[in-house]
């Protein structure tokens, strides 16, 4: 089955600048941006600029360029938050993908959680 991406996704939108965003941090591959639901002091999101719906997606069609942009975009941010181990007390990354994953937005993000004890890992939904 191929990757179906979604251009009227919100953060295909926010891409375009159909949606005003909190950008902490942009560069040639990647925009990283407040949570409008914040689950802690930090928590930011990191997207690839380019289509794709998740990791697995990104994984098997992202350039090499953009993979490398990507993945230095969401070091960069980590060091922007403070949380990385050289500065703080380190953070979670989060990269849901589809139903099981519980994915709200179909656009490939990782969230960068930080500032406090983030608990467990994850709680059973059933
Ligand atoms: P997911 O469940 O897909 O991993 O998480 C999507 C995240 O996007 C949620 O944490 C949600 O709060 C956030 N979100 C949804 N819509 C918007 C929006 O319009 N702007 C921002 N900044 N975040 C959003």
């Known amino acids: 089955m191929a990757y179906n991406y979604d251009n009227q996704n919100i ?7 159909e ?8 560069s ?6 407040r949570d409008i639901q914040p ?3 930090t928590h930011v999101l990191v997207i690839p ?14 350039t090499d360029a953009e993979i490398i942009g990507y993945i230095r975009a969401i070091s960069e ?3 922007a938050e403070g949380v990385t181990l050289t500065q703080g007390e380190g953070f979670r990354m989060i990269s849901n993908a589809g139903a099981h994953g519980v994915q709200e ?9 930080g ?3 983030m608990g467990r890992m994850i709680a059973r939904a059933d």
């Open 11 to 17: 953060f295909a939108k926010i891409l375009r600048g």
């Open 19 to 26: 949606i005003p965003n909190n950008t902490v941090y942009e």
């Open 28 to 33: 040639e591959h990647a925009l990283a941006f």
């Open 39 to 41: 689950q802690a002091p």
């Open 49 to 62: 600029k380019g289509p794709y719906v998740s990791f697995d997606h990104f994984a098997a069609d992202a």
């Open 77 to 79: 941010v980590c060091k």
């Open 105 to 113: 937005v179909p656009h490939l993000h990782v969230h960068i959680l």
């Open 115 to 117: 500032g406090r004890n």
